[in-house]
């Protein structure tokens, strides 16, 4: 049954005008209207639910329009002149009790594994603190020692410094001073309020435990690409976690209303394969400040 449903699902999905890839990962494409493409075994089940579940309510919407257009050709006044009289129909009833019940039922056991699957945490192979603050990122490193940074959007105020501003660079607004700033950031031009000072770095087929939390109002740590977001509410702590399958960057967004600069706390995850990482985390702690793991030179 699994199977005939996703083959449906992939159907649909593929009928469907979603703006395809152009080869970026992580990046929101311009003009698309469908999901990012998936990079966590947790982000594909959602997207197979969405679709299973579309398909579900496509067939009901044709069996109500359906209904619909029968019940006003067969049964107005010119074509029955003389309605009936009775006051109800029980097979009709239970039919329109039952029905709605066996559909449901099936759609939860679909949805509630995908739900589990989120919310139980499994151990973290890599785990990290991370808190919310207006309006930038806070991320600890919890397994080692000295990994703690801030993440700010580049372009932010916190980022400029006096040569961006003798370049012509000015705070939130996009020029040749600001791309060349993205650029060498290693960022593309068409990534301006996505890219970040400093990056999350993590692990190629690890499992990520992180903790969430805020320290002045209410925001949420969301990549779409791993299909996760938990909001970070001060004076508590949730996790979320996820398991990344292919390296790339992946961006994205503060996605609960936290201010006058929600729409310039972006959030960027580095995947490099476990030996970039290793190299990473021994390189910021002898330098005792961010390294970009870029700049990391592996050793044999």
């Keep these: 049954m699994r199977r005939i449903l996703s083959l449906f699902a992939l159907l649909a999905a593929t009928a469907a005008p979603v703006a395809a890839q152009d080869g970026a990962v992580g990046k929101p494409q311009e003009g698309g209207i469908g999901f990012q493409e998936a990079a966590t075994k947790l982000a594909r089940d959602i997207h197979w639910l969405d679709h299973m579940i579309l398909i579900i309510i496509t067939a009901i919407v044709i069996l109500v329009c359906v209904l ?11 074509a029955n002149p003389k309605p009936a009289s009775f006051t109800h129909n029980t097979p009709v009833e239970v039919a329109w009790t039952i029905i709605p019940i066996v559909i449901l039922v099936f759609i939860g056991a679909f949805s509630l594994p995908v739900l589990f699957d989120q919310q139980e945490i499994p151990e973290g192979e890599v785990n990290i603190k991370v808190t919310g603050n207006q309006w930038y990122w806070s991320y600890e490193y919890t397994d080692v020692e000295d990994v703690a940074f801030d993440s700010y959007m580049i ?18 607004i996009k020029s040749d001073a600001m791309v060349q700033k993205l650029v060498d950031a290693g ?20 499992v990520v435990v992180m903790d969430v939390t805020g320290s002045d109002v209410i925001h949420s740590w969301t990549i779409p690409a791993f299909g996760v977001k938990q909001d970070a509410v001060p004076g508590r702590i949730a996790q979320l976690w996820f398991e990344a399958e292919e390296e790339g960057i992946f961006f994205g967004q503060c996605s609960e209303l936290c201010g006058k600069d ?33 700049d990391v030179a592996l050793t044999n």
């Design 68 to 78: 619909l257009a029968i019940v006003i050709l067969r049964y107005n006044s010119r």
């Design 262 to 294: 929600h729409a310039y706390m972006p959030i960027a995850v580095k995947v490099v394969s476990q030996a970039q990482y290793d190299a990473w985390l021994a390189a910021i702690q002898d330098a005792g400040e961010y390294v970009q793991v870029e």
């Design 155 to 172: 372009g932010q105020p916190a980022t400029m410094t006096s040569e961006d501003e003798d370049a012509g660079a000015t705070a939130y």
């Design 187 to 206: 960022y593309n031009e068409d990534e301006f309020l996505l890219a970040v000072d400093n990056a999350v770095v993590i692990p190629v087929g690890r």
